[in-house]
């Protein structure tokens, strides 16, 4: 369990055990880093301090199956959504040459792979508008939106790798039932992993486009609840 008091760069590092908390038990309105949405519990990659000052990790419970929020404790899972990008796949190089491609194809220069990394996670209109630098509303961002897209829906998975234990972990959760919940285009990301072999390892993909709007709003999960026929408090992201 890590802690970081807020404002502090170091990170306090206690014992992992199901008997350990992180502060006395928050509201969920004071974990800006957990959105619920009716009683789906979405966990964001990057959790913000709470009302306490301090960053709320949640802890895995041994021999309970569910996790630990301050000591109080879920429900097991009915289904597991994943994300996709730096999750399950290690995408960025396709996705650089799809945006180097467009940077180009649009008269600019093509940008480091490792800046490019920086600007994924939030679907690819975002991705371009930080590529060049303005807002995603900007119609600037279009004609790159336009060459991104084109590029990497051609080569969508010239480059990508698995993530490290990514098929072992989802060889382990097998039994359950398994959906894929991302930022990425649905078609996109449809066709990256039939390309993998992957396709049906899941009875659900949710991508942008498949929803009015893109996570973290709720609707992509909530998508991927109906489509399991599921209460939203039993799906894990």
């Given at each position: 369990?890590?802690?970081?008091?807020?404002?502090?760069?170091?990170p306090?590092?206690?014992?992992?055990?199901?008997?350990?908390?992180?502060a006395?038990?928050?509201?969920?309105?004071?974990?800006p880093?957990?959105?619920?949405?009716?009683?789906?519990?979405?966990?964001?990659?990057?959790?913000?301090?709470?009302?306490?000052?301090?960053?709320?990790?949640?802890?895995?419970?041994?021999?309970?199956?569910?996790?630990?929020?301050?000591?109080?404790?879920?429900?097991?899972?009915a289904?597991?959504?994943?994300?996709?990008?730096?999750?399950?796949?290690?995408?960025?190089?396709?996705?650089?040459?799809?945006?180097?491609?467009?940077?180009?194809?649009?008269?600019?220069?093509?940008?480091?792979?490792?800046?490019?990394?920086?600007f994924?996670g939030?679907?690819?209109?975002?991705?371009?508008?930080?590529?060049?630098?303005?807002?995603?509303?900007?119609?600037?961002?279009?004609p790159?939106?336009?060459?991104?897209?084109?590029?990497?829906?051609?080569?969508?998975?010239?480059?990508?790798?698995?993530?490290?234990?990514?098929?072992?972990?989802?060889?382990?959760?097998?039994?359950?039932?398994?959906?894929v919940?991302?930022?990425?285009?649905?078609?996109?990301?449809?066709?990256?992993?039939?390309?993998?072999?992957?396709?049906?390892?899941?009875?659900?993909?949710?991508?942008?486009?498949?929803?009015?709007?893109?996570?973290?709003?709720?609707?992509?999960?909530?998508?991927?609840?109906?489509?399991?026929?599921?209460?939203?408090s039993?799906?894990?992201?």
């Amino acid at each position: 369990l890590t802690i970081c008091e807020n404002g502090s760069t170091s990170p306090i590092r206690v014992p992992t055990a199901a008997s350990t908390t992180a502060a006395p038990t928050p509201e969920p309105e004071d974990l800006p880093g957990i959105a619920a949405a009716g009683g789906l519990w979405y966990l964001l990659s990057k959790p913000e301090p709470s009302s306490t000052g301090r960053y709320l990790v949640p802890t895995l419970s041994p021999g309970y199956g569910g996790v630990s929020f301050g000591g109080k404790l879920t429900a097991p899972p009915a289904a597991i959504a994943f994300d996709l990008d730096g999750t399950l796949v290690d995408s960025r190089l396709d996705i650089a040459a799809a945006c180097n491609h467009a940077l180009v194809a649009t008269g600019r220069a093509p940008l480091p792979v490792d800046t490019i990394a920086t600007f994924v996670g939030e679907g690819a209109r975002l991705l371009c508008a930080r590529a060049i630098g303005v807002d995603e509303r900007d119609p600037a961002a279009e004609p790159v939106l336009a060459e991104f897209l084109r590029y990497y829906q051609q080569h969508p998975a010239d480059h990508v790798a698995w993530m490290p234990d990514a098929l072992a972990a989802l060889d382990a959760l097998a039994p359950l039932p398994l959906a894929v919940c991302t930022n990425k285009s649905g078609g996109i990301t449809r066709t990256l992993l039939g390309l993998l072999g992957a396709l049906d390892r899941f009875v659900c993909v949710v991508g942008a486009g498949d929803t009015p709007e893109r996570k973290p709003a709720p609707d992509p999960l909530l998508a991927v609840a109906r489509h399991l026929g599921l209460p939203p408090s039993s799906l894990w992201l």
